[in-house]
């Protein structure tokens, strides 16, 4: 009994780890926003674990971070909040202009070019996971990241 109850404690941090380090949050970036009003993060979201859930976000630089969706509607473009986004085992998500992001709302802060914040994001199975995003310019379409290829580009 002892050997057994030994062998559980002494697996029990692996299994803990398991779930945590299957998502990987990389390229995390926002725009150049001035304070009180709204900004944004993109980012990434790698999964080789089983398939888990984006339940929500937060940054101490934003009085609230949701999940949204940007869509086209017959041309007219749309944004409408998230509840929750499923990553699904072994696939990689992008948050990107244009489609999911995270919307941070009543900037405590105003966001310069060059500067990073933290950005932590909650899922269902994982928990909270912290990146920490960089800021590229105003009206920038894609990450401050000195021609560091984005997942699935060619050289």
Known sequence: MYRFLATVLILLPVVA?????????????SRAAIAG?????????ANSGPTDTLTG???PVAAMADLHETTNDNGV???RPVQSLQ??????????????????MNLK???????????TLTFQKAGKITATAKVAKAGAGSPPM??????????
């Not at 009003?37 to 979201?45: A, F, N, Q, S």
């Not at 802060?109 to 950005?119: A, H, M, V, Y």
């Open 37 to 45: 009003h709204e900004g944004v993060v993109y980012l990434t979201i």
């Open 109 to 119: 802060q105003t966001l310069k070019e060059g500067d990073s914040f933290p950005i």
């Open 17 to 29: 780890l398991a779930d945590s380090s299957a998502i990987k949050v990389e390229q995390a970036w």
């Open 87 to 104: 990553i699904t085992t072994g696939k990689t998500v992008s948050l990107a202009p244009q489609g999911y992001h995270i919307m941070l």
């Open 57 to 59: 976000a937060s940054t």
């Open 77 to 79: 473009m749309k944004m």
């Open 146 to 155: 000195g021609g560091m290829p984005m997942p699935g580009s060619k050289p």
